[in-house]
């Protein structure tokens, strides 16, 4: 990217085109984790789907990298490519519900945030991860959990149509009656078949919903573990908790007392009827004195918007992240030791380490109705290494990898493609993919058979 071909692009789009010596190129390249530090060699803030379209093809007809970003969230910094066009949909934040159809329409640049607080303000949502700072983008394309997910499945069943940017220039709208290949491969693919410039969901009722904080100390994990992996998926589907290790934050709802002590938890988001919020938060708190009375319990009847923001505090833009994640369809009791073991070591105070559930409703769905091959999994496991200090780099990211090599043999081989780091290699995205990695392989060689969109998790056209 010289400086003539920069000219070219500022001329050629509508949006503002950032280059090297552009004073707000290092901001325009900073993304959500601190540990990225990225040279584009030019950021596209593209103001429309037609600046997608012209950006796509000037990168094609310069021969350059092309990276796209949504909302910037990616763990391993795969919004921004060296030397390369960076595609940015940050202008591109905009929702539009139609409240009686139960369905949103959101564009790319948008956060789980905006989605949130336009389809909460007519009670109603859809499945979409736990901090509302996450792109829409990424998060869905990956298939997309969260405390939703038990009851409505995940965020990919929900998607109804997307139009989407092609390596070609073209502009197409995907869902199940237009070109069906490409809906079936976007929903779980990750960003492998083009620029999705607009999603279009199905919501549902979610108003108030009861949240409830559970803590045990660490001596007590195997016992929390052992009862945690048989009562939850039993439950019903409007049930839905994580288990994490972490270290207690000093911050209100957590006493003093337990401020800065290494523990393993739940945190529960009980949906459904709304008289009887309240009452299923007493349940979820009653039941969890099964495996010995937490050390701090905590429940109430919240606005899913604000149980949706609740971490965003805690985990801003800046920090430094690494991440790893693996499937799992079972909790075994060799791998107590080593949750254990790891939880002990937590290496700074934010590292952590959560198990998602990816069941109920998203069991619904057979293994090849989207192109998430894991119908089968129990629980969408991620490591990660945080913390604000660079210096702590190093040590947060072998804390990760160490726990995440420990853990595998236990896994189901492959991860959510959104939970997987830099550099996991072929092997790792095929393993992630299973037996659909060659359906998706035909569909990348019919919509990108040059591969321009090879900087994301990748898979080679067939």
């Not at 310069?62 to 969230?73: F, K």
């Not at 789980?112 to 394309?141: K, N, W």
């Amino acid at each position: 990217m010289d400086s003539a071909t920069l000219a070219a692009a500022s001329e050629a789009l509508r949006g503002p085109v950032i280059g090297p010596q552009d004073p707000a190129y290092d901001g325009a390249r900073t993304v959500y984790n601190a540990m990225i530090d990225k040279r584009p060699g030019a950021i596209v803030r593209c103001a429309d789907a037609v600046d997608v379209v012209d950006a796509v093809r000037f990168a094609r007809d310069h021969g350059l990298d092309l990276a796209v970003r949504g909302g910037g969230h990616s763990g391993p910094g795969l919004g921004l490519v060296d030397g390369g066009m960076t595609v940015d949909l940050a202008p591109m934040r905009w929702v539009r519900v139609a409240p009686a159809a139960r369905i949103a329409q959101v564009g790319g640049g948008s956060l789980l945030g905006d989605l949130d607080h336009a389809a909460g303000g007519f009670g109603l949502g859809t499945p979409a991860g736990i901090v509302s700072t996450t792109g829409v983008g990424g998060l869905t394309l990956g298939g997309g959990h969260g405390y939703l997910t038990r009851r409505y499945g995940l965020t990919i069943d929900n998607l109804l149509g997307a139009d989407v940017v092609l390596a070609d220039g073209s502009l197409v709208s995907a869902s199940e009656v237009s070109h069906p290949e490409l809906f079936w491969a976007l929903r779980g693919g990750g960003g492998n078949f083009g620029v999705v410039t607009s999603f279009t969901f199905h919501l549902h009722p979610v108003g108030t919903v009861g949240l409830a904080l559970t803590l045990w100390p660490l001596e007590r994990l195997h016992d929390v573990l052992r009862w945690y992996r048989e009562f939850l998926p039993q439950a019903p589907d409007d049930v839905y908790g994580f288990f994490a290790v972490l270290t207690v934050p000093p911050a209100p709802p957590f006493p003093e007392k337990i401020h800065g002590r290494k523990m393993c938890g739940v945190v529960w988001c009980r949906t459904g009827d709304q008289d009887r919020i309240e009452d299923g938060v007493r349940d979820v708190l009653a039941a969890a004195d099964e495996p010995g009375r937490p050390a701090f319990g905590f429940g109430a009847p919240m606005p899913y918007t604000a149980v949706q923001s609740m971490f965003d505090e805690l985990l801003p833009p800046g920090l430094q992240w690494y991440w790893r994640g693996d499937f799992f369809d079972e909790i075994p009791d060799a791998a107590l030791d080593v949750h254990r073991t790891y939880a002990e070591a937590l290496p700074t105070p934010l590292s952590t380490m959560h198990l998602y559930p990816v069941d109920g409703a998203a069991h619904r769905l057979g293994r090849g109705d989207t192109a998430w091959s894991y119908r089968d999994a129990r629980w969408s496991g991620v490591f990660a290494g945080i913390d604000p200090d660079p210096a702590n780099a190093g040590a947060v990211r072998q804390w990760c990898v160490d726990y995440w090599q420990e853990m595998h043999p236990y896994s189901m081989g492959g991860a959510y493609v959104n939970f997987m780091g830099a550099g996991e290699g072929e092997e790792r995205v095929r393993a992630t993919y299973r037996d659909h990695y060659d359906r998706l392989a035909r569909v990348k060689r019919t919509y990108d058979p040059e591969n321009v969109f090879h900087v994301n998790q990748n898979i080679r056209p067939a």
